[in-house]
Protein backbone atom coordinates (compact mmCIF):
# COMPACT_ATOMS: atom_id res chain seq x y z
CA UNK A 1 0.00 0.00 0.00
CA UNK A 2 1.42 3.29 -0.97
CA UNK A 3 2.19 5.64 2.09
CA UNK A 4 2.91 8.73 0.19
CA UNK A 5 0.35 11.97 0.05
CA UNK A 6 -1.98 13.28 -2.76
CA UNK A 7 -2.79 16.93 -2.57
CA UNK A 8 -6.87 17.36 -2.89
CA UNK A 9 -9.53 18.87 -1.90
CA UNK A 10 -12.15 17.62 1.22
CA UNK A 11 -14.74 16.21 -1.29
CA UNK A 12 -12.29 15.35 -4.10
CA UNK A 13 -10.85 12.96 -1.36
CA UNK A 14 -14.43 11.84 -0.56
CA UNK A 15 -15.39 11.04 -3.79
CA UNK A 16 -12.11 8.86 -4.75
CA UNK A 17 -12.11 7.37 -1.41
CA UNK A 18 -16.41 6.20 -2.67
CA UNK A 19 -15.16 5.08 -5.95
CA UNK A 20 -12.37 3.01 -4.24
CA UNK A 21 -14.54 1.40 -1.84
CA UNK A 22 -15.70 -2.45 -2.23
CA UNK A 23 -17.30 -4.41 -1.04
CA UNK A 24 -16.74 -8.59 -0.62
CA UNK A 25 -19.29 -11.24 -1.55
CA UNK A 26 -19.88 -14.54 -0.20
CA UNK A 27 -17.69 -15.75 -3.03
CA UNK A 28 -14.84 -13.37 -2.92
CA UNK A 29 -15.91 -11.09 -5.78
CA UNK A 30 -15.62 -7.34 -4.95
CA UNK A 31 -18.26 -5.15 -6.08
CA UNK A 32 -18.36 -1.35 -6.04
CA UNK A 33 -19.89 -1.06 -2.46
CA UNK A 34 -21.37 2.90 -3.23
CA UNK A 35 -23.97 1.89 -6.23
CA UNK A 36 -23.85 5.84 -6.79
CA UNK A 37 -24.49 9.32 -6.26
CA UNK A 38 -27.55 11.13 -5.96
CA UNK A 39 -27.29 14.79 -6.58
CA UNK A 40 -29.00 18.18 -6.80
CA UNK A 41 -26.80 20.83 -6.62
CA UNK A 42 -26.87 24.66 -5.10
CA UNK A 43 -24.76 26.91 -3.48
CA UNK A 44 -23.73 24.64 -1.38
CA UNK A 45 -22.57 22.43 -2.96
CA UNK A 46 -22.25 22.70 -6.78
CA UNK A 47 -18.78 24.01 -6.29
CA UNK A 48 -16.95 21.53 -4.07
CA UNK A 49 -19.43 18.11 -4.54
CA UNK A 50 -20.07 19.16 -8.33
CA UNK A 51 -16.44 19.48 -9.19
CA UNK A 52 -15.16 16.52 -7.37
CA UNK A 53 -18.35 14.04 -8.76
CA UNK A 54 -17.79 15.88 -12.43
CA UNK A 55 -13.84 14.46 -12.12
CA UNK A 56 -14.79 10.85 -11.40
CA UNK A 57 -17.95 10.80 -13.09
CA UNK A 58 -16.56 8.18 -15.27
CA UNK A 59 -16.16 5.89 -12.61
CA UNK A 60 -19.39 6.85 -10.08
CA UNK A 61 -22.21 7.74 -11.35
CA UNK A 62 -24.25 10.88 -10.18
CA UNK A 63 -27.95 10.53 -10.88
CA UNK A 64 -29.88 13.68 -11.13
CA UNK A 65 -33.15 14.13 -9.40
CA UNK A 66 -36.18 16.40 -8.93
CA UNK A 67 -36.90 16.25 -5.57
CA UNK A 68 -34.22 15.90 -2.38
CA UNK A 69 -36.89 13.47 -0.62
CA UNK A 70 -37.84 11.72 -3.43
CA UNK A 71 -33.52 10.96 -4.17
CA UNK A 72 -33.20 9.85 -0.82
CA UNK A 73 -36.04 7.66 -0.97
CA UNK A 74 -35.02 6.38 -4.53
CA UNK A 75 -31.13 5.80 -2.78
CA UNK A 76 -32.92 3.75 0.20
CA UNK A 77 -34.76 1.75 -1.63
CA UNK A 78 -31.84 0.69 -3.40
CA UNK A 79 -30.33 -0.54 -0.33
CA UNK A 80 -33.35 -2.23 0.56
CA UNK A 81 -33.36 -4.01 -2.43
CA UNK A 82 -29.49 -4.95 -2.32
CA UNK A 83 -30.53 -6.93 1.07
CA UNK A 84 -28.10 -3.56 2.73
CA UNK A 85 -25.17 -5.61 0.97
CA UNK A 86 -24.70 -1.93 -1.30
CA UNK A 87 -25.82 1.86 -0.51
CA UNK A 88 -26.30 5.52 -2.18
CA UNK A 89 -24.92 8.71 -1.25
CA UNK A 90 -27.08 11.83 -1.48
CA UNK A 91 -25.83 15.36 -1.82
CA UNK A 92 -27.75 18.36 -1.66
CA UNK A 93 -27.34 22.28 -1.10
CA UNK A 94 -27.77 23.67 2.39
CA UNK A 95 -31.24 25.11 3.88
CA UNK A 96 -33.77 23.65 2.07
CA UNK A 97 -32.38 20.85 0.21
CA UNK A 98 -30.69 19.61 3.32
CA UNK A 99 -33.82 19.24 5.35
CA UNK A 100 -35.86 17.77 2.54
CA UNK A 101 -33.58 14.91 2.95
CA UNK A 102 -34.98 14.54 7.24
CA UNK A 103 -37.89 12.36 6.27
CA UNK A 104 -36.01 10.17 4.32
CA UNK A 105 -33.62 9.78 7.27
CA UNK A 106 -36.17 8.85 9.23
CA UNK A 107 -37.63 6.38 6.93
CA UNK A 108 -34.28 5.10 6.69
CA UNK A 109 -33.44 5.04 10.70
CA UNK A 110 -36.77 3.06 11.12
CA UNK A 111 -35.90 0.37 8.55
CA UNK A 112 -32.42 -0.02 9.44
CA UNK A 113 -30.88 0.68 5.81
CA UNK A 114 -28.46 2.20 5.10
CA UNK A 115 -27.66 5.64 3.14
CA UNK A 116 -25.04 8.14 3.40
CA UNK A 117 -26.45 11.67 3.21
CA UNK A 118 -24.30 15.03 2.73
CA UNK A 119 -26.00 17.44 3.05
CA UNK A 120 -23.96 20.57 2.51
CA UNK A 121 -23.82 23.33 5.55
CA UNK A 122 -22.84 26.85 5.99
CA UNK A 123 -19.42 28.56 6.37
CA UNK A 124 -17.61 27.24 9.14
CA UNK A 125 -15.27 30.40 8.79
CA UNK A 126 -18.76 31.83 9.42
CA UNK A 127 -16.99 34.91 7.37
CA UNK A 128 -19.93 35.08 4.90
CA UNK A 129 -22.70 34.70 7.90
CA UNK A 130 -26.18 34.95 7.35
CA UNK A 131 -25.08 33.23 3.92
CA UNK A 132 -28.13 32.81 2.09
CA UNK A 133 -30.64 29.83 3.34
CA UNK A 134 -28.31 29.96 6.72
CA UNK A 135 -31.21 29.39 9.82
CA UNK A 136 -29.48 31.75 12.54
CA UNK A 137 -29.31 30.66 15.97
CA UNK A 138 -29.96 33.53 18.75
CA UNK A 139 -28.61 30.99 21.39
CA UNK A 140 -26.07 28.86 19.98
CA UNK A 141 -23.96 29.90 17.14
CA UNK A 142 -22.76 26.38 16.21
CA UNK A 143 -26.28 25.53 15.47
CA UNK A 144 -27.41 24.94 11.96
CA UNK A 145 -30.43 23.10 10.08
CA UNK A 146 -28.64 19.76 9.82
CA UNK A 147 -28.13 19.63 13.55
CA UNK A 148 -31.89 17.76 13.04
CA UNK A 149 -30.44 15.07 11.00
CA UNK A 150 -28.67 13.78 14.21
CA UNK A 151 -31.74 12.07 16.01
CA UNK A 152 -32.57 10.11 12.34
CA UNK A 153 -28.78 9.83 12.03
CA UNK A 154 -27.11 6.08 13.12
CA UNK A 155 -23.78 8.16 12.98
CA UNK A 156 -23.34 12.27 12.42
CA UNK A 157 -20.66 14.38 12.01
CA UNK A 158 -20.02 18.15 10.79
CA UNK A 159 -17.04 17.96 8.86
CA UNK A 160 -15.37 22.02 9.83
CA UNK A 161 -11.59 20.85 8.40
CA UNK A 162 -10.87 18.60 5.83
CA UNK A 163 -8.41 15.88 7.95
CA UNK A 164 -11.63 14.98 10.30
CA UNK A 165 -12.72 13.02 6.97
CA UNK A 166 -9.95 10.53 8.09
CA UNK A 167 -12.00 9.43 11.21
CA UNK A 168 -15.38 10.63 9.90
CA UNK A 169 -15.77 8.42 6.87
CA UNK A 170 -14.11 5.32 7.94
CA UNK A 171 -16.90 5.32 10.87
CA UNK A 172 -19.78 6.32 9.05
CA UNK A 173 -18.84 3.08 6.35
CA UNK A 174 -18.86 1.16 9.35
CA UNK A 175 -22.33 1.81 10.94
CA UNK A 176 -23.80 1.27 7.37
CA UNK A 177 -21.97 -2.02 7.35
CA UNK A 178 -22.71 -3.22 11.04
CA UNK A 179 -25.63 -5.78 10.98
CA UNK A 180 -26.71 -4.28 14.13
CA UNK A 181 -25.82 -0.72 13.74
CA UNK A 182 -26.67 -0.09 9.99
CA UNK A 183 -28.78 3.04 8.94
CA UNK A 184 -28.18 6.32 7.98
CA UNK A 185 -25.34 8.41 8.06
CA UNK A 186 -24.70 12.02 8.18
CA UNK A 187 -21.51 14.03 6.89
CA UNK A 188 -22.54 17.40 7.04
CA UNK A 189 -20.18 19.30 4.64
CA UNK A 190 -19.89 22.82 4.89
CA UNK A 191 -19.05 24.19 1.46
CA UNK A 192 -16.05 26.51 2.49
CA UNK A 193 -14.86 23.16 3.88
CA UNK A 194 -15.39 20.89 0.60
CA UNK A 195 -13.59 23.65 -1.33
CA UNK A 196 -10.66 23.02 0.92
CA UNK A 197 -7.08 21.16 0.10
CA UNK A 198 -5.29 18.51 2.38
CA UNK A 199 -2.42 16.39 1.79
CA UNK A 200 -4.33 12.93 1.90
CA UNK A 201 -2.46 9.79 2.99
CA UNK A 202 -2.33 7.49 -0.31
CA UNK A 203 -3.38 4.82 1.69
CA UNK A 204 -6.52 6.44 2.87
CA UNK A 205 -7.71 6.42 -0.55
CA UNK A 206 -7.10 2.82 -0.77
CA UNK A 207 -9.58 1.20 2.07
CA UNK A 208 -9.71 -2.14 2.46
CA UNK A 209 -12.72 -4.46 1.28
CA UNK A 210 -15.41 -4.03 3.19
CA UNK A 211 -16.21 -7.74 4.60
CA UNK A 212 -20.06 -8.00 6.04
CA UNK A 213 -19.97 -9.56 9.60
CA UNK A 214 -22.49 -12.45 10.25
CA UNK A 215 -22.28 -12.73 14.12
CA UNK A 216 -22.69 -16.33 15.19
CA UNK A 217 -25.16 -16.47 18.84
CA UNK A 218 -23.47 -17.12 22.33
CA UNK A 219 -22.83 -20.31 23.53
CA UNK A 220 -24.96 -20.19 26.34
CA UNK A 221 -28.04 -18.24 24.61
CA UNK A 222 -27.96 -21.26 22.24
CA UNK A 223 -28.56 -23.59 25.16
CA UNK A 224 -30.92 -21.33 26.93
CA UNK A 225 -32.80 -20.92 23.49
CA UNK A 226 -33.06 -24.48 22.52
CA UNK A 227 -34.25 -25.27 25.88
CA UNK A 228 -36.98 -22.62 26.06
CA UNK A 229 -38.02 -24.21 22.13
CA UNK A 230 -38.08 -27.98 23.02
CA UNK A 231 -40.69 -27.00 25.66
CA UNK A 232 -43.39 -26.04 22.96
CA UNK A 233 -45.62 -27.96 22.05
CA UNK A 234 -47.56 -25.00 19.47
CA UNK A 235 -44.46 -22.60 18.46
CA UNK A 236 -44.99 -20.32 15.37
CA UNK A 237 -42.07 -18.35 13.64
CA UNK A 238 -41.97 -14.36 12.85
CA UNK A 239 -40.06 -13.72 10.02
CA UNK A 240 -39.00 -10.03 9.79
CA UNK A 241 -36.98 -8.04 7.63
CA UNK A 242 -33.81 -9.25 9.16
CA UNK A 243 -34.56 -12.62 7.59
CA UNK A 244 -34.13 -11.30 4.17
CA UNK A 245 -31.33 -8.95 5.06
CA UNK A 246 -29.54 -11.90 6.73
CA UNK A 247 -30.62 -13.74 2.87
CA UNK A 248 -31.91 -16.42 5.69
CA UNK A 249 -34.39 -17.47 3.28
CA UNK A 250 -32.93 -21.33 2.97
CA UNK A 251 -32.10 -21.09 6.66
CA UNK A 252 -36.01 -20.34 7.40
CA UNK A 253 -37.57 -22.72 4.64
CA UNK A 254 -35.16 -25.90 5.78
CA UNK A 255 -36.15 -25.03 9.57
CA UNK A 256 -39.66 -24.82 9.14
CA UNK A 257 -39.67 -27.89 7.37
CA UNK A 258 -37.38 -29.91 9.67
CA UNK A 259 -39.43 -28.95 12.99
CA UNK A 260 -42.75 -28.52 11.50
CA UNK A 261 -42.93 -24.85 12.54
CA UNK A 262 -45.41 -22.95 11.10
CA UNK A 263 -44.55 -19.39 10.04
CA UNK A 264 -46.10 -16.11 9.68
CA UNK A 265 -44.48 -13.03 7.51
CA UNK A 266 -44.28 -9.07 8.97
CA UNK A 267 -44.43 -6.38 5.95
CA UNK A 268 -40.33 -6.69 6.22
CA UNK A 269 -40.41 -10.33 6.36
CA UNK A 270 -43.13 -11.19 3.59
CA UNK A 271 -40.75 -13.16 0.38
CA UNK A 272 -38.48 -14.70 3.09
CA UNK A 273 -40.89 -17.78 2.41
CA UNK A 274 -42.78 -18.81 -0.98
CA UNK A 275 -45.94 -18.04 -0.84
CA UNK A 276 -47.25 -21.29 -1.69
CA UNK A 277 -45.34 -23.44 1.44
CA UNK A 278 -47.49 -25.61 2.90
CA UNK A 279 -46.20 -24.15 6.36
CA UNK A 280 -46.89 -20.32 5.28
CA UNK A 281 -49.80 -18.97 6.63
CA UNK A 282 -49.29 -16.08 5.26
CA UNK A 283 -49.72 -12.20 6.82
CA UNK A 284 -49.71 -11.46 10.66
CA UNK A 285 -51.07 -8.98 12.41
CA UNK A 286 -53.31 -5.71 12.51
CA UNK A 287 -53.56 -5.97 8.62
CA UNK A 288 -52.96 -10.35 9.02
CA UNK A 289 -54.43 -12.91 7.51
CA UNK A 290 -57.38 -15.14 9.65
CA UNK A 291 -55.22 -18.22 9.32
CA UNK A 292 -51.69 -16.15 11.04
CA UNK A 293 -53.71 -14.53 13.54
CA UNK A 294 -55.88 -17.45 14.83
CA UNK A 295 -52.62 -19.29 15.36
CA UNK A 296 -50.61 -16.54 16.52
CA UNK A 297 -53.45 -16.49 19.73
CA UNK A 298 -53.18 -20.08 20.23
CA UNK A 299 -49.61 -20.50 19.88
CA UNK A 300 -47.28 -21.52 22.90
CA UNK A 301 -44.10 -19.88 21.55
CA UNK A 302 -43.61 -17.78 19.23
CA UNK A 303 -39.95 -17.48 17.34
CA UNK A 304 -39.06 -13.72 16.28
CA UNK A 305 -36.55 -13.74 13.63
CA UNK A 306 -35.54 -10.82 12.63
CA UNK A 307 -38.82 -8.37 13.55
CA UNK A 308 -39.13 -5.18 15.65
CA UNK A 309 -42.04 -6.32 16.96
CA UNK A 310 -43.40 -3.14 15.75
CA UNK A 311 -47.16 -2.79 16.92
CA UNK A 312 -48.45 -4.41 13.41
CA UNK A 313 -47.13 -7.20 13.67
CA UNK A 314 -47.95 -7.79 17.72
CA UNK A 315 -51.50 -6.43 17.32
CA UNK A 316 -50.10 -3.68 19.80
CA UNK A 317 -48.58 -6.22 22.03
CA UNK A 318 -52.39 -8.02 21.83
CA UNK A 319 -52.20 -10.81 19.36
CA UNK A 320 -49.91 -13.16 21.12
CA UNK A 321 -49.80 -11.75 24.24
CA UNK A 322 -49.57 -14.89 26.21
CA UNK A 323 -46.63 -16.93 24.39
CA UNK A 324 -43.48 -17.28 25.30
CA UNK A 325 -40.76 -15.24 23.27
CA UNK A 326 -37.48 -16.19 21.82
CA UNK A 327 -36.15 -13.43 19.72
CA UNK A 328 -33.22 -14.20 17.14
CA UNK A 329 -31.90 -10.99 16.06
CA UNK A 330 -28.44 -9.06 15.31
CA UNK A 331 -29.41 -6.27 17.39
CA UNK A 332 -29.65 -7.05 21.22
CA UNK A 333 -32.10 -3.65 21.62
CA UNK A 334 -34.93 -6.00 19.71
CA UNK A 335 -33.69 -9.33 20.53
CA UNK A 336 -34.69 -7.84 24.24
CA UNK A 337 -38.13 -6.78 23.51
CA UNK A 338 -41.23 -7.58 25.88
CA UNK A 339 -38.06 -9.37 27.95
CA UNK A 340 -38.15 -12.21 26.18
CA UNK A 341 -35.25 -14.92 26.00
CA UNK A 342 -32.53 -13.45 23.48
CA UNK A 343 -30.62 -15.01 20.98
CA UNK A 344 -28.27 -12.24 19.33
CA UNK A 345 -26.93 -13.37 15.99
CA UNK A 346 -27.07 -13.17 12.71
CA UNK A 347 -30.73 -14.68 11.55
CA UNK A 348 -29.19 -17.29 8.93
CA UNK A 349 -26.51 -18.26 11.90
CA UNK A 350 -29.09 -18.18 14.65
CA UNK A 351 -31.42 -20.62 12.52
CA UNK A 352 -28.92 -23.05 11.60
CA UNK A 353 -27.48 -23.64 14.57
CA UNK A 354 -30.67 -23.38 16.85
CA UNK A 355 -31.88 -25.98 14.82
CA UNK A 356 -28.55 -28.28 14.90
CA UNK A 357 -29.27 -27.82 18.76
CA UNK A 358 -33.46 -29.27 18.27
CA UNK A 359 -31.76 -32.28 15.66
CA UNK A 360 -35.23 -34.64 16.54
CA UNK A 361 -37.33 -32.04 17.76
CA UNK A 362 -40.70 -31.39 16.14
CA UNK A 363 -43.61 -29.48 17.20
CA UNK A 364 -46.64 -31.23 18.21
CA UNK A 365 -47.83 -33.12 15.44
CA UNK A 366 -51.91 -31.81 15.28
CA UNK A 367 -50.21 -28.35 15.74
CA UNK A 368 -48.37 -28.42 11.86
CA UNK A 369 -50.92 -30.38 10.39
CA UNK A 370 -53.78 -27.65 11.00
CA UNK A 371 -51.22 -25.11 9.95
CA UNK A 372 -50.73 -26.93 6.68
CA UNK A 373 -54.89 -27.26 6.67
CA UNK A 374 -55.15 -23.06 7.43
CA UNK A 375 -52.59 -22.29 5.00
CA UNK A 376 -54.50 -23.96 2.18
CA UNK A 377 -57.69 -23.01 2.91
CA UNK A 378 -56.18 -19.52 2.87
CA UNK A 379 -54.59 -19.41 0.05
CA UNK A 380 -57.76 -20.65 -1.67
CA UNK A 381 -59.67 -17.45 -0.11
CA UNK A 382 -56.57 -14.94 -1.43
CA UNK A 383 -57.60 -16.62 -4.68
CA UNK A 384 -61.58 -15.58 -4.67
CA UNK A 385 -60.69 -12.29 -3.60
CA UNK A 386 -58.98 -11.32 -6.32
CA UNK A 387 -60.16 -13.36 -8.98
CA UNK A 388 -64.03 -12.50 -8.45
CA UNK A 389 -64.95 -8.87 -9.55
CA UNK A 390 -68.52 -7.81 -8.68
CA UNK A 391 -70.41 -6.07 -11.64
CA UNK A 392 -72.08 -2.62 -11.38
CA UNK A 393 -70.02 -1.45 -8.85
CA UNK A 394 -66.15 0.21 -8.30
CA UNK A 395 -63.16 -2.48 -7.75
CA UNK A 396 -61.64 -2.70 -5.04
CA UNK A 397 -58.01 -3.00 -4.00
CA UNK A 398 -58.27 -6.79 -3.80
CA UNK A 399 -59.58 -7.00 -6.77
CA UNK A 400 -56.92 -4.65 -8.51
CA UNK A 401 -54.52 -6.49 -6.73
CA UNK A 402 -55.57 -9.60 -8.31
CA UNK A 403 -55.03 -8.50 -12.13
CA UNK A 404 -51.87 -7.11 -11.91
CA UNK A 405 -50.44 -9.63 -9.90
CA UNK A 406 -51.75 -12.36 -12.29
CA UNK A 407 -51.00 -10.09 -15.51
CA UNK A 408 -47.56 -11.97 -16.34
CA UNK A 409 -47.19 -13.82 -19.23
CA UNK A 410 -44.49 -16.06 -17.81
CA UNK A 411 -43.51 -15.87 -14.31
CA UNK A 412 -44.54 -14.04 -11.24
CA UNK A 413 -40.71 -14.72 -9.79
CA UNK A 414 -39.43 -11.32 -12.15
CA UNK A 415 -42.25 -9.52 -10.21
CA UNK A 416 -41.38 -6.79 -7.29
CA UNK A 417 -44.05 -5.04 -5.94
CA UNK A 418 -43.40 -1.50 -4.28
CA UNK A 419 -45.67 -0.02 -2.15
CA UNK A 420 -46.01 2.27 0.78
CA UNK A 421 -48.57 3.62 2.93
CA UNK A 422 -52.69 4.08 2.92
CA UNK A 423 -55.06 0.64 2.28
CA UNK A 424 -53.21 -0.79 -0.12
CA UNK A 425 -50.42 -1.96 2.81
CA UNK A 426 -52.59 -4.21 4.33
CA UNK A 427 -54.66 -5.52 0.91
CA UNK A 428 -50.94 -6.50 -0.51
CA UNK A 429 -49.78 -7.83 2.84
CA UNK A 430 -52.50 -10.42 2.81
CA UNK A 431 -53.47 -10.94 -0.94
CA UNK A 432 -49.72 -10.70 -2.70
CA UNK A 433 -48.28 -13.50 -3.58
CA UNK A 434 -44.52 -13.24 -3.26
CA UNK A 435 -42.62 -15.83 -4.82
CA UNK A 436 -38.84 -14.57 -4.50
CA UNK A 437 -37.05 -13.17 -1.66
CA UNK A 438 -37.40 -9.44 -2.10
CA UNK A 439 -40.87 -9.84 -4.37
CA UNK A 440 -42.63 -7.40 -1.76
CA UNK A 441 -41.11 -4.35 -1.48
CA UNK A 442 -43.12 -2.83 1.41
CA UNK A 443 -41.91 0.25 3.00
CA UNK A 444 -43.99 0.35 6.53
CA UNK A 445 -41.74 0.44 9.13
CA UNK A 446 -42.36 4.43 8.19
CA UNK A 447 -45.00 3.55 6.36
CA UNK A 448 -43.99 7.21 4.34
CA UNK A 449 -46.81 8.56 1.65
CA UNK A 450 -45.17 9.91 -1.23
CA UNK A 451 -42.02 6.42 -0.90
CA UNK A 452 -43.64 4.66 -3.97
CA UNK A 453 -42.90 5.99 -7.48
CA UNK A 454 -38.87 6.86 -5.94
CA UNK A 455 -38.83 3.66 -3.82
CA UNK A 456 -39.83 1.95 -7.23
CA UNK A 457 -36.77 3.89 -8.90
CA UNK A 458 -34.44 2.60 -6.17
CA UNK A 459 -35.61 -1.04 -6.29
CA UNK A 460 -35.26 -0.76 -10.51
CA UNK A 461 -31.83 0.60 -10.22
CA UNK A 462 -30.75 -2.84 -7.74
CA UNK A 463 -32.66 -5.23 -9.77
CA UNK A 464 -33.05 -3.68 -13.84
CA UNK A 465 -34.25 -7.32 -14.79
CA UNK A 466 -36.75 -7.13 -12.42
CA UNK A 467 -40.63 -5.95 -13.31
CA UNK A 468 -40.73 -3.37 -10.56
CA UNK A 469 -44.69 -2.50 -10.29
CA UNK A 470 -45.81 0.79 -7.90
CA UNK A 471 -49.03 0.44 -6.40
CA UNK A 472 -49.38 3.81 -4.68
CA UNK A 473 -53.29 5.48 -3.85
CA UNK A 474 -54.26 8.67 -5.04
CA UNK A 475 -53.31 10.36 -1.83
CA UNK A 476 -49.64 9.40 -1.47
CA UNK A 477 -49.06 10.04 -5.64
CA UNK A 478 -49.90 13.66 -4.78
CA UNK A 479 -47.52 13.86 -2.07
CA UNK A 480 -44.12 12.96 -4.03
CA UNK A 481 -44.45 11.89 -8.26
CA UNK A 482 -41.39 13.75 -9.27
CA UNK A 483 -39.28 11.01 -9.58
CA UNK A 484 -41.70 9.76 -12.04
CA UNK A 485 -39.75 11.92 -14.89
CA UNK A 486 -36.88 11.12 -13.46
CA UNK A 487 -37.52 7.34 -14.48
CA UNK A 488 -38.37 8.30 -17.71
CA UNK A 489 -34.97 10.35 -18.17
CA UNK A 490 -32.79 7.95 -16.52
CA UNK A 491 -34.81 4.63 -18.54
CA UNK A 492 -35.61 2.67 -15.88
CA UNK A 493 -39.03 1.08 -16.69
CA UNK A 494 -41.80 1.48 -14.10
CA UNK A 495 -45.13 0.04 -14.19
CA UNK A 496 -47.29 2.53 -11.78
CA UNK A 497 -50.78 1.69 -11.05
CA UNK A 498 -52.72 4.10 -9.23
CA UNK A 499 -55.57 3.37 -7.34
CA UNK A 500 -57.98 6.73 -6.76
CA UNK A 501 -60.36 6.52 -4.28
CA UNK A 502 -60.50 10.39 -4.33
CA UNK A 503 -59.27 11.16 -1.13
CA UNK A 504 -57.42 9.81 2.32
CA UNK A 505 -59.72 6.39 2.66
CA UNK A 506 -57.94 4.76 4.75
CA UNK A 507 -57.58 6.97 7.54
CA UNK A 508 -61.19 7.83 6.75
CA UNK A 509 -62.25 4.41 7.61
CA UNK A 510 -60.21 4.35 10.97
CA UNK A 511 -61.48 7.66 11.45
CA UNK A 512 -65.40 6.67 11.46
CA UNK A 513 -64.38 3.43 13.48
CA UNK A 514 -62.76 5.65 16.21
CA UNK A 515 -65.96 7.41 16.37
CA UNK A 516 -65.68 10.37 15.07
CA UNK A 517 -67.66 11.74 12.09
CA UNK A 518 -66.19 11.67 8.14
CA UNK A 519 -64.35 14.56 8.72
CA UNK A 520 -61.42 16.75 6.42
CA UNK A 521 -60.32 12.97 4.82
CA UNK A 522 -62.25 12.72 1.12
CA UNK A 523 -61.61 15.08 -1.25
CA UNK A 524 -65.67 15.48 -1.60
CA UNK A 525 -65.81 16.58 1.83
CA UNK A 526 -63.50 19.20 1.73
CA UNK A 527 -64.81 21.38 -0.60
CA UNK A 528 -65.86 24.62 0.90
CA UNK A 529 -68.35 27.42 -0.47
CA UNK A 530 -67.11 28.95 -3.34
CA UNK A 531 -64.60 26.27 -3.88
CA UNK A 532 -64.38 23.45 -6.65
CA UNK A 533 -64.69 19.67 -6.47
CA UNK A 534 -61.34 18.17 -7.36
CA UNK A 535 -60.61 16.88 -10.92
CA UNK A 536 -57.17 15.79 -10.50
CA UNK A 537 -56.13 13.70 -14.11
CA UNK A 538 -53.60 11.58 -12.93
CA UNK A 539 -52.83 10.25 -16.33
CA UNK A 540 -52.76 13.54 -18.01
CA UNK A 541 -50.17 14.33 -15.31
CA UNK A 542 -47.98 11.14 -15.80
CA UNK A 543 -48.05 11.89 -19.68
CA UNK A 544 -46.77 15.43 -18.52
CA UNK A 545 -43.55 13.86 -16.94
CA UNK A 546 -43.13 11.49 -20.31
CA UNK A 547 -44.69 8.43 -19.01
CA UNK A 548 -47.42 6.71 -21.41
CA UNK A 549 -50.45 6.17 -19.17
CA UNK A 550 -53.99 5.31 -19.66
CA UNK A 551 -56.78 5.71 -17.25
CA UNK A 552 -58.74 2.10 -17.57
CA UNK A 553 -62.43 1.77 -16.86
CA UNK A 554 -62.49 -1.16 -15.06
CA UNK A 555 -61.26 -4.59 -13.80
CA UNK A 556 -61.05 -6.10 -17.31
CA UNK A 557 -59.41 -2.99 -18.71
CA UNK A 558 -56.88 -2.74 -16.28
CA UNK A 559 -56.07 -6.65 -17.24
CA UNK A 560 -55.55 -5.68 -20.68
CA UNK A 561 -53.39 -2.17 -20.12
CA UNK A 562 -51.31 -4.53 -17.56
CA UNK A 563 -50.02 -7.20 -20.38
CA UNK A 564 -49.27 -3.60 -22.93
CA UNK A 565 -47.75 -2.51 -19.68
CA UNK A 566 -45.20 -5.72 -19.25
CA UNK A 567 -44.60 -5.32 -23.18
CA UNK A 568 -43.40 -2.03 -23.01
CA UNK A 569 -39.97 -0.57 -22.25
CA UNK A 570 -40.22 2.53 -20.83
CA UNK A 571 -42.26 3.83 -17.94
CA UNK A 572 -46.42 2.95 -18.03
CA UNK A 573 -49.03 4.47 -15.60
CA UNK A 574 -52.27 2.98 -15.74
CA UNK A 575 -54.83 4.88 -13.38
CA UNK A 576 -58.68 3.29 -11.73
CA UNK A 577 -61.04 4.37 -9.90
CA UNK A 578 -61.68 2.15 -7.06
CA UNK A 579 -63.91 2.40 -3.70
CA UNK A 580 -62.54 3.16 -0.16
CA UNK A 581 -66.01 1.52 0.89
CA UNK A 582 -64.55 -1.94 0.72
CA UNK A 583 -61.83 -3.56 2.04
CA UNK A 584 -60.65 -7.39 2.97
CA UNK A 585 -62.81 -8.03 6.40
CA UNK A 586 -61.10 -11.21 6.73
CA UNK A 587 -58.38 -11.36 9.16
CA UNK A 588 -56.66 -7.98 11.32
CA UNK A 589 -56.19 -7.69 15.05
CA UNK A 590 -57.19 -4.99 17.35
CA UNK A 591 -54.47 -1.76 16.97
CA UNK A 592 -53.95 0.30 19.56
CA UNK A 593 -55.32 3.90 18.92
CA UNK A 594 -56.44 6.98 21.44
CA UNK A 595 -59.60 7.07 21.73
CA UNK A 596 -60.91 10.16 23.81
CA UNK A 597 -62.01 9.53 27.26
CA UNK A 598 -64.35 12.24 26.76
CA UNK A 599 -66.69 13.24 24.35
CA UNK A 600 -69.96 14.47 23.12
CA UNK A 601 -70.70 11.67 20.64
CA UNK A 602 -71.79 8.64 21.80
CA UNK A 603 -70.08 6.76 18.73
CA UNK A 604 -66.52 7.72 20.69
CA UNK A 605 -68.06 6.57 23.84
CA UNK A 606 -68.68 3.12 22.47
CA UNK A 607 -64.88 2.95 20.16
CA UNK A 608 -63.64 3.91 23.74
CA UNK A 609 -65.83 1.03 25.67
CA UNK A 610 -63.99 -1.18 23.27
CA UNK A 611 -60.84 -0.01 23.30
CA UNK A 612 -60.64 0.03 27.11
CA UNK A 613 -61.61 -4.01 27.10
CA UNK A 614 -58.55 -4.43 24.40
CA UNK A 615 -56.29 -3.06 26.44
CA UNK A 616 -56.73 -5.53 29.42
CA UNK A 617 -55.62 -8.25 27.02
CA UNK A 618 -52.47 -6.41 26.09
CA UNK A 619 -49.25 -7.44 27.40
CA UNK A 620 -47.06 -5.08 29.30
Known amino acids: MKTGTVRLTMAQALVKYLVALRVEEADGTLLPFCGGVWAIFGHGNVAGMGEALYAEREVLTTFRA ?32 STNLVTAAAMAHVNRLPVLLLPSDTFASRAPDPVLQQVEGFEQGDVTATDCFRPVSR ?91 SQ ?26 AWNHPLNLGAIGVDGGPAANEMAREADLVLAVGTRLQDFTTGSHALFAKAKLLSVNVQRFDAGKWSGTALVSDARLGLTMLSAAMAGWKAEAAWTARARDLAAGWNARVGELTTHVPKDMLPYDAEVIGAVRDSHADSPARDVVVCA ?32 IAGGLGAKMARPDAEVIVMVGDGSYMMLNA ?8 GHKLIVVVLDNRGYGCIERLQVKSGSASFNNMLDDCVPEGGARSTIDFAMNARSMGANAVHV ?11 AARAATTTQVIVIDTTHDRITTEGGCWWEVGIPEVSARSEVREARAGYDDAKTRQRI
Not at 69 to 94: C, P
Request: glycine share 8%; hydrophobic share 45%.
Open 553 to 563: ADIAELRAAMV
Open 483 to 490: ELATSVML
Open 66 to 97: HNEQGMAHAAVAYAKANFRRRFMAVTTSIGPG
Open 421 to 452: AGTLPAELHKLWRASTPGGYHMEYGYSCMGYE
Open 248 to 273: AWDALRAFADAHGVPVVESHGGKSSL
Open 155 to 245: YFDRITRPEQLLTALPRAIQVMSDPAMCGPVTLALPQDVQAMAFDWPESFLQPEPVRLRRPPPDADELVRAAKLLASAKQPLIVAGGGVLY
